[in-house]
């Protein structure tokens, strides 16, 4: 199985950025699609940016699209995303997610536990 362990989260202010990082267990990380989801209190989880084993294609939600970066290290089994000018609609408990295959929008067979992201006004 694939365990994932997201790190990164933190209060930043409006404006400012923040790099989280999901580290993967496994021999075989650049056959699995990576992707980052999110929740906030009391809203449905939704798909933030999924990125290709190769890393060679990449998919964002339009709202982060332009100041986000979705990007992976197969050498490490780490997948990142880099989020600039953050904004207080993106505080959520942010998730990696892991899936054979093409970086869709939805199922994913792998989750990690999460990782607060808090901005303030």
């Known amino acids: 199985q694939v365990q994932l362990v997201e790190s990164g989260g933190g209060l930043v202010q409006a404006g400012g950025s923040l790099s989280l990082s999901c580290a993967a267990s496994g021999r075989t990380f650049e056959n699995y699609a990576v992707g980052w989801f999110r929740q906030a209190t009391g809203k449905e989880r939704e798909f933030v940016a999924a990125i290709s084993g190769s890393g060679g294609s990449a998919d964002y939600l339009d709202s982060v699209a332009g100041r986000s970066i979705i990007s992976r290290d197969n050498a490490k089994n780490t997948g990142y995303l880099q989020m600039n000018i953050l904004k207080p609609e993106d505080t959520a408990v942010y998730f990696c997610?892991?899936?054979?295959?093409?970086?869709?929008?939805?199922?994913?067979?792998?989750w990690g536990r999460g990782t607060q992201v808090t901005v303030s006004s």
């Open positions: 997610a892991a899936r054979w295959g093409e970086p869709l929008r939805g199922q994913y067979d792998y």
